[in-house]
């Protein structure tokens, strides 16, 4: 920093970062950024939680939005200059930890040195002894090491040197190590991992491949399409409500399947209890109704099976238990096409009560199921419509339409009959796997471990020095306390008579 | 006894703890003004008795609900009050042996149970399944444990800023003499207030009604170092029980996210207090801003931010 100083080259500005991100102050710094990064995340709608607060801001405020978008404020922790934050503050914990580690393990092999002038520290006090100064001192090294000091000395004079409290720097230093190891294992796991959904009706299988997600699958930067292969097959779904409607338990029962197809065992699948099986977890997440439906031509089914069946967004005041369940067939393979869409009320009871009084009740359970039906015939625009949960009615013209109740066939004319043998329950699985949840659980273990001893242990230090005074000798005892002197101040106190009692039971005997 | 009768039992004993501490808070701000002992006695003799009360409302509340009655932010809310004031009882009376702050803390408390019957009361029912998990309770009772000890490490940190700046008032209004100290009781008139001033005022109020800064200083950050491996405790559980039901352990949910926040700024504090410098008026500021992001936490998270923790709310 002086005037003799060259223009600063590339070494220079490298070590100048370097030392700058070796300071605690940078890592702090570092750390408050991201906790007003997380402020702004927690104000404005974030993607995937908030998507339409975050849709309505586009629509309204166009300008804002599009601001909002270019600086990442919408998926603030998913952004470029968070992950840099995040990157940043790994690095300078590393660059800060490193030294302070290598100063702590030169400490601990070197031994407390001794001091000269004792009557001028904080602590001080004189007792006359028996012994000689040599068994004096020995005296003083047994009672500071039953006191768990760390002693050296005597080494040739008759004084020693002791100090106790290293767990203040070490807790520290455990604590920020474990603290660095745990961002790394956030990263790791979540970066190798990956998490979406399984829609599974009852009596079916499901295998944990990238096609047979449900939705979107989230997937880590890092990950290497290395999915398990597991199995699950769910043998049943039940949802348990209490009187007010209130739900009360959600259970998949199941068996795991290894990738071989091996049964692996029977699992119950509950709310707050998930269950894994080669590092991939199956967590309950919802559940729906599946009706099986069996359209026949002439006699010949053309589709027989479950249809997974969907519910809309409830408007204000109305339970989703009062709403009723959509779902749609589509039939490509027939000329024209044929498509017909279903709404099914598990609880046909709640229906008629719709009919007579304006208000579905909550349907709890089955109860004599009934499916109203609309068929169209025409062109379903198979390649401009993908989702199997919408018909596109446009080229269509509606043919029949009707009610059919569990186990009833109708006729829908043309030879075409759609029956509903059976209703059935699918269930939403959350699936997913983060190896780093491990490494995570055990460096918070690790956290809190170290800042047990980092708040709460002190760094102190005593000196013994021993003269011969008339036939015995006189200990010139000083103490030196780095934190909690009040503390420090008793403890100083019940060294000093140890050692008036340990001279005097020397005598004794 | 029946659900109802246990529901009424609640409330009441809620009523009881609640008046019983509306007049340990006023007596205890009687005694920090005129010393009177009895006084205090009383105070104390209010504020066991408003514990015992609201520890009678808890159990009865729970009996009512047929669960641990930690459910909602009414439950939540009661609870803290209750830790504040044993936190206070225990540590500030207790430990620390400083009988006059006593009535900023039931002050907290008192506002707390306000809050919670006007704007939080929900009937003791039920939970839904995702609130059913032993981690749960174990995370909100430390997270309701290390709010009120960082709460009370707060409320005292605001009385030191008070009484520190009082002090350094008085240090400017007196200038020692050739450095050395100067005994403010029997300064001699030219060394006491300057001659255009008023008269002195009577010695009680130059010594200041609160403790000296030093004990206010060395309690707040007592609480708040205790407190803090609690708050860490409590966002670990958190996350434990953040896997088992909505399967990741951290998802930047509004309630995480500022318990993580608040989780920063106190460490932060702490990390100021070990450096030389930033002792004292500095790093009670940044306990300020904790507290202050303490309560964003608790209230304006569950209020006004949707989230997953929204349900922990009014409904």
Redesign the interface.
Known sequence: MSSSTPTPTLRRSVALVWRSLRS?RTA?IL??L??LA??A???VP?VS??DA?IASIFRDHPLRARIYEQLGLFD??GSWWFTLLYSLLLVSLAACLLPRTRAFIRNLRTKPTPARELDVLRHYAEVEVPSDPEHAILGARRVLRRRLFRVSGPNGAPSLAADKGIGREGGSLLFHWAFFVLLVG?VWGKGTGF?GQAVVVEGQAWTEAHANFDGTLREGSFFGEDHSGVQIRVEDFKATY?MTG?????VTRAELLNADGTPARQVDI?????AEIDGV?F?Q?GYGWAPVIRVERDGVPILDGPVVCQQNAPPEGVSPLQLPWNCVVKLPSLDPDIGIRFELWPDSRALYALLETGQAMPMITEFAPVMTYEAYRGDLRSDLVQSTSILDTTAMQRFDRGVVGAGETKDLGDGLTVSFPDLRQYTVL?V?R?RG?WI??LA??L??LG??PA??TSRRKVWVTAEPEGSGSLLKVGGFALQRRSQFEEEFGKVVRELRRASEEKVGT | MSTASWARLSTDAFSVAFFAYLFAMLASFYYLAFRRKPVWVAAMVATYAGLAAQLISIVARGMAAGRIPLGNMYEYSVFLSFLVVLAYVVFVEGVARVHTVGGFVLAFAVLTMAVAVLFLYVGP??L???L??YWRQIHVSSMILSSSLLAVGCIITILYLVKERRERRLAETIAPIMGGAVDLENAPPHLGVGADEPAAPAPTLRRGLLPPSATLDRLAYRMI?FG??IW??GI?TG???A????????G???KE??S??TW??F??Y??ARA?SGWKGRRAAVIALVGFVSLLITYYA?NLW???LHSYAGVS
């Open positions: 605690m702090l750390l408050l991201i906790a997380a402020v995340g927690s104000l974030q939680v908030a607060r603030v922790f956030i998490s209490r209130q739900p009360q338990d959600f509950r709310v707050n209890h998930p977890k967590f997440f959350t997913s983060d949840l995570v659980f918070a273990i956290v809190l800042l047990l708040l709460y | 029912e039920p839904v399944p995702a059913n998990s170092a803090f491996p860490t405790f670990i996350a434990i029980w896997e088992s039901a909505w399967s990741r352990y951290w930047w949910d509004p996210t500022w993580f926040i920063v700024i460490a932060g702490l990390h450096t998270v931010i949707v989230g």
